[in-house]
C-alpha cells in the first residue's frame, strides 16, 4: 500500500456482504486488490516476448548447456582469505539428438534456467569451495514439483469470483466463464530447525507483496496465527461432501521442528518426487479440497476435469528471486529463483538485469536485496507469500 497498490482491507462482515458464497470462518482480514491485476496466458507472454527479442536482431542457439571455458585469477582479500576470480569465455551447447556440441563464444552468461539454474551454477564452478567461504557457497535453488488442478462445479462462485488464496496455502481462481475453476496448494514446508511452518509464514502475510500477486485477488489472513505438462485424469473425478475430509482445526495438530500447534494440515508432509511430472490426484483430495470446500461450501461437490505439475525453481534459502551478478564468476548473471512467483516478476526483473549488465548498477528498482552475496552472508529477503 505504501508503493500506491490500490488494495482494500475489509474486515469479515464486509467480505462476507461482498462475497456471500465465503464462509468467512477464521478469517481475521482480508485483502483485496482493486486495480492493475489480472490472469494472463504464460506461453502466450513468452512468445510475443521471443517474437519481440527475434525481430530486434537477437538470436537463438538450441540445445543443453553442458560446460563453461573460463579463465581464473587467484586473489587474496582484505582478511586474507585466497578467492579464485573466474571469467566465462565460452559456453559448450549439445546440439539435440546428438553428440555435437556446439561452441558459443561470451562475454555475459545470463544463468535464468529456472529449476535447473542451481545445476548450471555448479558447470560454472560455484559452490566448489571450503565450505562457509564465498567460493563454497551454492546457488541454493533446486527443482519443487507442484500440481494445478482444473474442476467443473456448476454451485461455484462462477464470475464472482477474484483470484483467492486461503490462509491454509490453497488459492483459486476462475478458469473462462463456464463454471471451471484452478487451483491448488503447495505442500506444507518440513522445516528445519529454528524455522516457522510455512503456514505460519502465510499468517504474517505482507500485504505489498500480495498485492502484486497475479482479475481481482483476495487475499485472507487468519484470525489465529497459532492455532508443464498437462495430464488428464483417468477419467473426470467427481468429490462429493461424503468424501470430504474436513481440515483440522486450529490447535488439533503441531508443525514439525515446532510446539506451537499448526492451523493446517501439515505435520509430517514431504516433498513430491522431482524426478517425473506424474501427478497426485490423492494429493487434491487430502490437501486441496478440504481448504476449499471449508472456505467456498459449493466446493464440496465437484468434477476434477484436468490437472499438470509443473517445476518451481525454488529457492531453498528464502524463497524469493536472484537477480544479479556472482561476486566471483563475474560474468554470469542471475535471474531465477523465483519459488512459483517468477511470470508476474519477470518483466522488473528482466528490466532489472539489462540495467546491472549495462550500467554495473540498478537503476529504476533497487533489487540489491536479491543479490547472491545474501547466501554467503546469510541476510533473508524471506517471501511469505508462497503458495
Ligand atoms: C504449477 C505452477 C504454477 C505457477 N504459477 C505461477 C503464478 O501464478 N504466477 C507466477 O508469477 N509464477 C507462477 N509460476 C512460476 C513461473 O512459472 C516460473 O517462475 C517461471 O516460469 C520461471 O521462468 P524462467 O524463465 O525463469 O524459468 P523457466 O520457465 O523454467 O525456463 C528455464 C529454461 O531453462 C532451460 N534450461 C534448463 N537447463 C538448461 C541447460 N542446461 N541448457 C539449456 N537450457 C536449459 C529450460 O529448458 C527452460 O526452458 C508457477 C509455476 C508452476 C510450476
Not at 573460463?70 to 585466497?82: D, Q
Amino acid at each position: 500500500m505504501q508503493e500506491g497498490a490500490k488494495v482494500c482491507l475489509m474486515s469479515p462482515e464486509q467480505l462476507r456482504k461482498k462475497f456471500p458464497w465465503m464462509n468467512t470462518e477464521g478469517v481475521a482480514l482480508a485483502s483485496y486488490g482493486l486495480e492493475n491485476e489480472g490472469w494472463f496466458d504464460p506461453w502466450c507472454l513468452l512468445q510475443g516476448l521471443r517474437r519481440k527479442v527475434q525481430s530486434m536482431g537477437v538470436l537463438f542457439c538450441h540445445g543443453e548447456v553442458t560446460r563453461f571455458v573460463s579463465s581464473s585469477n587467484h586473489m587474496e582479500t582484505a582478511i586474507g582469505e585466497k578467492v579464485t576470480l573466474k571469467r566465462i569465455h565460452e559456453v559448450h551447447v549439445k546440439v539435440d539428438h546428438s553428440q555435437e556440441y556446439q561452441p558459443v563464444e561470451c562475454a555475459i552468461v545470463v544463468n535464468a534456467a529456472g529449476a535447473w539454474s542451481g545445476r548450471i551454477a555448479e558447470l560454472a564452478g560455484i559452490g566448489k569451495g571450503p565450505s562457509g567461504t564465498l567460493q563454497g557457497t551454492k546457488l541454493p535453488v533446486e527443482p519443487r514439483k507442484r500440481y494445478v488442478y482444473l474442476w467443473h462445479c456448476p454451485q461455484g462462485p462462477g464470475l464472482e469470483a477474484p483470484l483467492v488464496a486461503d490462509p491454509s496455502g490453497a488459492y483459486f481462481r476462475r478458469e473462462g466463464l463456464g463454471n471451471n475453476y484452478l487451483g491448488g496448494c503447495s505442500p506444507a514446508e518440513v522445516s528445519s530447525v529454528g524455522s516457522g511452518c510455512r503456514g505460519e509464514d502465510r499468517d504474517r502475510v505482507s500485504l505489498s507483496s500480495q498485492a502484486s500477486l497475479a482479475g481481482p485477488v483476495l487475499v485472507l489472513m487468519s484470525r489465529s496465527p497459532l492455532a508443464l505438462t498437462w495430464g488428464l485424469l483417468p477419467p473426470s473425478t467427481t468429490y462429493q461432501a461424503d468424501r470430504l475430509k474436513r481440515p483440522a482445526r486450529p490447535g488439533s495438530d503441531v508443525c514439525p521442528g515446532q510446539r506451537k500447534p499448526c492451523p493446517h494440515l501439515c505435520p509430517q508432509e514431504e516433498e513430491p518426487d522431482p524426478g517425473n511430472l506424474e501427478v497426485d490426484h490423492d494429493f487434491f483430495q487430502e490437501k486441496v479440497w478440504p481448504h476449499l470446500a471449508q472456505r467456498v461450501p459449493a466446493f464440496e461437490t465437484l468434477k476434477v476435469r484436468r490437472a499438470w505439475a509443473g517445476y518451481y525453481d525454488y529457492n531453498t534459502f528464502d524463497q524469493n528471486g536472484v537477480v544479479g551478478p556472482h561476486p566471483l564468476v563475474v560474468n554470469m548473471y542471475f535471474a531465477t529463483g523465483f519459488s512459483g512467483h517468477g511470470l508476474q516478476q519477470a518483466p522488473a526483473v528482466g528490466r532489472a538485469v539489462a540495467e546491472m549488465m549495462l550500467e554495473g548498477h540498478f537503476q529504476t528498482i533497487n533489487l540489491s536485496p536479491f543479490l547472491f552475496s545474501r547466501f554467503y552472508l546469510g541476510e533473508k529477503a524471506q517471501e511469505h507469500c508462497i503458495i
